[in-house]
């Protein structure tokens, strides 16, 4: 119904950057929140920010001022340019959508990038 799919990931040294692009495909009518989440090596899954169809943006205490979300919604695809990366940044990244699917609503996941910080 709603595929995800991720690309960017990658290895940088700590200080640098990345781009993860996120794009949806599939039969929805429309999507709401566009965002990203991530989980390191024995960590929960965590939400990293989280864009809304009214412009409304959450993020990460952690995240905040570094990393940016943006969305392109003509194209379904979501951003996250991630700055002043930290090692502690390093885990798998996944791309969340909630699309409106007939009569209800469906929360999608992509299959996760890697990304990699070495200190």
């Known amino acids: 119904q709603v595929q995800l799919v991720e690309s960017g990931g990658g290895l940088v040294q700590a200080g640098g950057s990345l781009k993860l692009s996120c794009v949806a495909s599939?039969?929805?009518?429309?999507?709401?929140?566009m965002g990203w989440h991530r989980q390191a090596p024995g960590k929960q899954r965590e939400l990293v920010g989280s864009l809304a169809n009214g412009g409304i943006t959450n993020y990460l205490d952690s995240v905040k001022g570094r990393f940016t979300l943006t969305r392109d919604s003509a194209k379904n695809m979501v951003y996250l340019q991630m700055d002043s990366l930290r090692p502690e940044d390093t885990a798998v990244y996944y791309c969340n959508a909630v699309a409106r699917v007939g009569s209800t609503w469906y929360n999608a996941w992509g299959q996760g990038t890697q990304v990699t910080v070495s200190s």
């Open positions: 599939g039969s929805f009518y429309s999507m709401n929140t």
